[in-house]
């Protein structure tokens, strides 16, 4: 397993369109978080899975955002109607049992023109 | 409102000399876990270093040494004999950990960070 991967990279979409971004975390591990970090800040918590159960939602996570874990593998997070506000780092991250042993993938950088 | 404040944007720091990154943090929870992380430009986030709350015993991993004092609820990061690679974006984050329940999410709040540049 070579890590927490993220797709795609990079994102350029128009203001209004649709986009969803992929986490595959390591394969043993069963929690999952997505975070958003904007230019120069420190990434804030978006939300939580535990397998495939979404168990925390941050209140940064809009109606406009949706985030699943199928059977507690791969995460997608979607964003509706983006708007130039939602332009960020989207990062991901899984670990085992505790947050002892985090490990963050490299992100998908959006911007919304 | 648990939060982690890093009160120093940005540091420079000669090749091979030391230089100490500070956090606060502040909780009421008893239970936790503190990280310094790094974040290289446009790469990926790194873990330097991490410490439990309930160890008295500061934590060191090579030239990563902190100085944790749970009382002042203060964390900072020693980084000795500085190298070139070094140069990132370092921050610092706090966990809580709860031995029973669900409420252990593991969820990290972190601090705004320090933009660290070693000079040759």
Redesign the interface.
């Known amino acids: 397993d070579t890590g927490v991967s993220q797709d795609p990279r990079h994102k350029i979409t128009k203001r209004g369109q649709n986009v969803t971004f992929r986490c595959d975390p390591i394969s043993e591990h069963n929690r999952l978080y997505w975070y958003r970090q904007t230019l120069g800040q420190g990434p804030e918590f978006l939300t939580y899975f535990q397998n495939e159960a979404q168990l925390e939602k941050s209140r940064l996570l809009s109606d406009r955002f949706s985030a699943e874990r199928p059977k507690g593998s791969f995460s997608t997070l979607e964003i509706q109607r983006t708007e130039q506000g939602d332009s960020a780092m989207y990062l991901c991250a899984s670990s085992g049992y505790s947050a002892y042993g985090y490990t963050f993938g490299s992100g998908t950088r959006l911007t919304v023109v | 409102a648990q939060t982690?404040t890093q009160s120093q944007p940005e540091m420079s720091v000669q090749e091979a000399e030391t230089v100490t990154l500070s956090c606060t943090y502040d909780t009421s929870e008893n239970n936790y876990?503190l990280?310094w992380?790094k974040q290289p430009p446009s790469?990926?986030?790194?873990?330097v270093i991490?410490q439990e709350a309930y160890k008295q015993q500061n934590a060191t991993e090579n030239r990563f040494s902190v100085n944790f004092q749970k009382a002042a609820k203060s964390f900072s990061l020693k980084i000795s004999d500085s190298q070139l690679g070094d140069t990132a974006m370092y921050?610092c984050?706090f966990?809580t950990?709860h031995y029973y329940g669900?409420s252990?999410?593991?969820?990290?709040?972190?601090?705004?960070?320090t933009t660290l540049q070693v000079k040759p």
């Open positions: 982690v876990y990280f992380y790469r990926q986030m790194i873990l991490r921050f984050a966990t950990f669900s252990n999410t593991g969820k990290l709040i972190f601090g705004q960070g």
